[in-house]
């Protein structure tokens, strides 16, 4: 692996990989992952240069944030970036064998809480499980219609507006974080936010993809005109960009419909004339997308992670080029 470009993030200090390890998996997405596996994954991403990792409370109720402070913590802490999120606040629960799509999580129960308070609270316990006294970058997490609808939405938006904002000025201005943004799953809640505040980087999950564009419909300009940069997570788009157009591929969350599985057909079709595979375009595409500063990489086995930094080393021909950048 050849050294990774580092990419400043947005105007601040913080300087991140071009390819970043996203947590979720090693926090039993899905599946059970062991911890001699766990390790494995995370030393195949420290030595082929990744030193970006994206983690959250969410992922196994704590289950990832407490796995990855225990693999960093033999690390010098100036060598590496992290990433957590504030939004939900964990304390003591009941054992669950699966809760929210992760498998035996941590025992703890969760709450949404965007004020200043729940911010503090969240971002402590945080960094206790990492076992770090700051946070390089802190996203707020899953806010918006798209994970609470209308009225839930509003309430956590008058937090967040009210007071979170504070805690995250306080938390930069003392040195305990570098840069703040979103961790979102749609565009609107970004443009909603970036009308009362400006952000340093914005996690946008699935919606700057070589599939999915709707990040261009206002954001990216939005994005221009503050200097936020993007941390590209689901690049595959929830697995079909990486499987190609299957029957039971899955796209944002669920099954594809044929008018979703129609459009990969073609873009699959258009790769090959340019000698990629459907899941190397999807990598390259983020990764020559101006607006990114890293593209995440989430993956609890090795074999699926080096066949992701192959793809990211490829050589592009004129032709693939402009197909990406189309």
């Known amino acids: 692996?050849?050294?990774?470009?580092?990419?400043?993030?947005?105007?601040?200090?913080?300087?991140?990989?071009?390819?970043?390890?996203?947590?979720?998996?090693?926090?039993?997405?899905?599946?059970?992952?062991?911890?001699?596996?766990?390790?494995?994954?995370?030393?195949?991403?420290?030595?082929?240069?990744?030193?970006?990792?994206?983690?959250?409370?969410?992922?196994?109720?704590?289950?990832?944030?407490?796995?990855?402070?225990?693999?960093?913590?033999?690390?010098?802490?100036?060598?590496?970036?992290?990433?957590?999120?504030?939004?939900?606040?964990?304390?003591?629960?009941a054992e669950l064998e699966e809760a929210d799509g992760f498998i035996k999580p941590l025992p703890n129960d969760v709450r949404y809480d965007y004020t200043a308070d729940g911010i503090m609270e969240s971002f402590e316990h945080s960094c206790e499980l990492l076992g770090t006294s700051h946070v390089d970058i802190l996203f707020i997490h899953d806010i918006g219609d798209?994970?609470?609808?209308?009225?839930?939405?509003?309430?956590?938006?008058?937090?967040?507006?009210?007071?979170?904002?504070?805690?995250?000025?306080?938390?930069?201005?003392?040195?305990?974080?570098?840069?703040?943004?979103?961790?979102?799953?749609?565009?609107?809640?970004?443009?909603?936010?970036?009308?009362?505040?400006?952000?340093d980087t914005i996690l946008l999950a699935g919606r700057l993809t070589l599939l999915d564009r709707e990040a261009e419909e206002g954001l990216l300009d939005a994005c221009a005109q503050q200097e936020t940069n993007l941390v590209l997570g689901g690049i595959f788009n929830s697995g079909i960009l990486a499987t190609g157009p299957k029957p039971g591929a899955w796209f944002d969350y669920a099954p594809a419909t044929e008018h979703i599985l129609e459009q990969v057909r073609a873009l699959e079709e258009e790769a090959l004339k340019v000698g990629l595979t459907l899941p190397e375009a999807a990598l390259q595409f983020g990764l020559r997308h101006p607006a990114a500063c890293s593209v995440l990489l989430g993956t609890g086995k090795v074999s699926s992670l080096q066949r992701n930094l192959d793809a990211a080393l490829l050589e592009l021909s004129p032709d693939a080029v402009q197909f990406l950048s189309r």
């Open 1 to 93: 692996m050849t050294k990774l470009q580092k990419n400043r993030v947005g105007t601040t200090d913080v300087f991140v990989t071009s390819l970043s390890f996203g947590c979720s998996s090693i926090g039993n997405m899905g599946r059970v992952v062991d911890d001699q596996s766990v390790n494995a994954v995370l030393d195949h991403a420290w030595n082929a240069g990744i030193r970006y990792f994206d983690t959250a409370p969410h992922y196994g109720r704590g289950l990832s944030e407490s796995r990855l402070g225990a693999y960093l913590k033999g690390k010098n802490r100036d060598d590496f970036v992290l990433s957590t999120k504030v939004g939900r606040v964990l304390s003591p629960g």
């Open 146 to 199: 798209y994970t609470h609808g209308v009225v839930k939405g509003a309430k956590y938006m008058d937090e967040l507006l009210g007071s979170g904002f504070k805690a995250l000025h306080d938390l930069k201005s003392s040195g305990r974080i570098g840069a703040y943004g979103l961790g979102v799953n749609e565009t609107k809640v970004c443009l909603d936010i970036m009308m009362h505040e400006r952000l």
